[in-house]
């Protein structure tokens, strides 16, 4: 799901039309310390979209802050803030727009709007201004290494274009590793599915498949007690899954990444709903 090679034509053209629409300037109000700014038009008191907390949050947060190594700069408070405001801030007209001053070189620019009237609906934006190529932020974008990613909004869901249910991509998950059909469930676009995913969460658990499946399974139940608005559950299962990676003495420690963003979405969520 992090990855962004292989994108096609059509794809590339996506991007170049969003980063186009994202430099559109309009009036906004600003909030911030002289390190973030975050403009909007106005604030909401419910999300204008109808997209749950749980899959807002979930999408948005790994692909805003790890993708561009964000998580690196900014602390638990300070991405709950930015994620509030465009939760709450962006509509069908209404962008939201973060600035945040890097040490070296131009600001870090996250923009996040919503491209309405596609033939497959309205589509969920957030681009940004790194070069996933040179791994930095830039002062012009490019329409093929610049970090952009949509999302279609499907009732409560925010669904990841790769993420869109099909028999056919059923049938692949379902050949591949037991965790990868447990991803596509939790996060795919159809609420029959959700169903499925407890019994194959505790199924992995139970079963003697390799510590990373494992480690995956702990990953997921996690998430399915967010999904579930269960937070106590969710502490409990992140706790699990980072004393389990650390006594390990199999999974790699580039596995620690997972760990971090687990811990990141849960303390989010946690400050989210309070």
């Known amino acids: 799901m992090l990855a962004l090679a292989g994108v096609n034509s059509n794809e590339l053209n996506m991007k170049k039309t969003i980063l186009i629409l994202s430099l559109l300037t309009s009036s906004f109000c600003m909030e911030g310390q002289n390190e973030i700014k975050i403009q909007f038009e ?30 690196k700069q900014l602390n638990y408070d300070e991405m709950t803030d930015i994620l509030k405001k465009v939760y709450y801030g962006v509509t069908k007209d209404d962008k939201v727009v ?15 709007s919503v491209l309405t009237d596609t033939k ?4 969920y934006i957030l681009a940004t201004n790194f070069n996933n190529k040179t ?6 974008t490019d329409d093929k290494e610049s970090i952009v990613r949509w999302y279609f909004i499907r009732n409560e869901k925010l669904v990841y274009r790769q993420d869109l249910y099909s028999k056919k991509e059923e049938r692949k998950r379902l050949k591949e590793e037991q965790h990868s059909i447990i991803d596509y469930y939790l996060f795919d676009n159809s609420s029959e599915n959700d169903s499925k995913i407890k019994k194959l969460i505790d199924n992995l658990l139970d079963s003697d498949e390799s510590e990373v499946e ?30 389990f ?20 979405e849960l303390e989010i969520m946690k400050r989210i709903k309070r």
Do not use: C
């Not at 791994?135 to 012009?140: K, P």
């Not at 269960?230 to 299962?237: G, I, V």
């Not at 990676?245 to 990141?264: E, R």
């Open 42 to 71: 106005k604030l909401y008191p419910q999300n204008q979209l109808g997209i749950s907390e749980f899959y807002f949050v979930h999408q948005t947060f790994a692909d805003a802050f790890f993708m561009t190594d964000l998580y």
């Open 98 to 112: 973060v600035n945040i001053e890097q040490d070296k070189g131009p600001k870090a620019r996250l923009v996040f």
């Open 120 to 123: 497959d609906g309205d589509i």
């Open 245 to 264: 990676f650390n006594n390990s003495k199999t999974i790699s420690k580039g596995y620690s990444l997972i760990v971090n963003m687990a811990k990141t």
């Open 135 to 140: 791994r930095r932020f830039e002062s012009r």
């Open 214 to 243: 494992t480690l995956y399974a702990h990953l997921y139940l996690g998430e399915y007690w967010l999904l579930n608005d269960n937070l106590d559950n969710a502490e409990t299962s992140v706790e699990q899954l980072e004393l």
